[in-house]
T-cell receptor, first 112, second 110 residues
Framework: ETGVTQTPRHLVMGMTNKKSLKCEQHLGHNAMYWYKQSAKKPLELMFVYSLEERVENNSVPSRFSPECPNSSHLFLHLHTLQPEDSALYLC???????????FGEGSWLTVV | EDQVTQSPEALRLQEGESSSLNCSYTVSGLRGLFWYRQDPGKGPEFLFTLYSAGEEKEKERLKATLTKKESFLHITAPKPEDSATYLCAVQAAGAQKLVFGQGTRLTINP
C-alpha cells in the first residue's frame, strides 16, 4: 500500500467512448502527477499539479484532459482515444517538487 | 536535454549470484537520482534517493552508489523475490519532473 490509490485498475474502451481515471492520495502531499508507461518505453510525464494548479502539460494531446479538484484527488478524463494510447497510466504524488515521488498501482488502459 | 540510460536491458542471475545494474545520466545540475523497483502489473516502488557523488545507501540486499556520471545498484546474494524491473530516474535542480531510464529487467533463478 503506497498511499496513492488508482481506480479502475483495468479499463477497456472504444475509440468513441468517454471515460475517466481517478487517483486519490492519502499522504498529505501538495503535488500530483500523471505519468504514462508504454511497452518498451521509459515513463513519460504527462501532467503536474501543484496545489490544484496545473504547472506542466508535457505536450499531451487534448484527448487527455486532467482535473484536480483538491490536493488529494486527480482525474484524467479520456475521450476519442486511439489504440496507441493503450498503456499503463500512473498517478503519483509528492510533498513539494523537491521530495520523493510516490506512485500508485496504475490503471491499465486498452483502447479497441 | 536530461537523459538516463540503463544497462543491461535484462539480466538473469542464479540465486546467490551478486551483480550490479548501471544507470548513466546527463543532467543540467543534479538535484537527485532515484531508484525504483517495479513488479509486473504494478506501479514503481521507491527504493533510494542519492543527492551527491560519493553517496551510498543500502536496503537489505541492495546498495546504491553515485558518481558524477552514473549510479550503480549492487545486489548481493539475490533471492528469487528480488526479480523485478529496476528503474533509475534523475531530477534536475529546479525541475518538477523525473526523467526515467528504460529500466533493467532482473530475473533471479532459484
Amino acid at each position: 500500500e503506497t498511499g496513492v490509490t488508482q481506480t479502475p485498475r483495468h479499463l477497456v474502451m472504444g475509440m468513441t467512448n468517454k471515460k475517466s481515471l481517478k487517483c486519490e492520495q492519502h499522504l498529505g502531499h501538495n503535488a500530483m502527477y500523471w505519468y504514462k508507461q508504454s511497452a518498451k518505453k521509459p515513463l513519460e510525464l504527462m501532467f503536474v499539479y501543484s496545489l490544484e494548479e496545473r504547472v506542466e502539460n508535457n505536450s499531451v494531446p487534448s484527448r487527455f484532459s486532467p482535473e484536480c479538484p483538491n490536493s488529494s484527488h486527480l482525474f484524467l478524463h479520456l475521450h476519442t482515444l486511439q489504440p496507441e494510447d493503450s498503456a499503463l497510466y500512473l498517478c503519483a504524488s509528492s510533498q513539494d517538487f523537491a521530495d520523493t515521488i510516490y506512485f500508485g498501482e496504475g490503471s491499465w488502459l486498452t483502447v479497441v | 536535454e536530461d537523459q538516463v540510460t540503463q544497462s543491461p536491458e535484462a539480466l538473469r542471475l542464479q540465486e546467490g549470484e551478486s551483480s550490479s545494474l548501471n544507470c548513466s545520466y546527463t543532467v543540467s545540475g543534479l538535484r537527485g537520482l532515484f531508484w525504483y523497483r517495479q513488479d509486473p502489473g504494478k506501479g514503481p516502488e521507491f527504493l533510494f534517493t542519492l543527492y551527491s557523488a560519493g553517496e551510498e545507501k543500502e536496503k537489505e540486499r541492495l546498495k546504491a552508489t553515485l558518481t558524477k556520471k552514473e549510479s550503480f545498484l549492487h545486489i548481493t546474494a539475490p533471492k528469487p523475490e528480488d526479480s523485478a524491473t529496476y528503474l533509475c530516474a534523475v531530477q534536475a535542480a529546479g525541475a518538477q519532473k523525473l526523467v526515467f531510464g528504460q529500466g533493467t529487467r532482473l530475473t533471479i533463478n532459484p
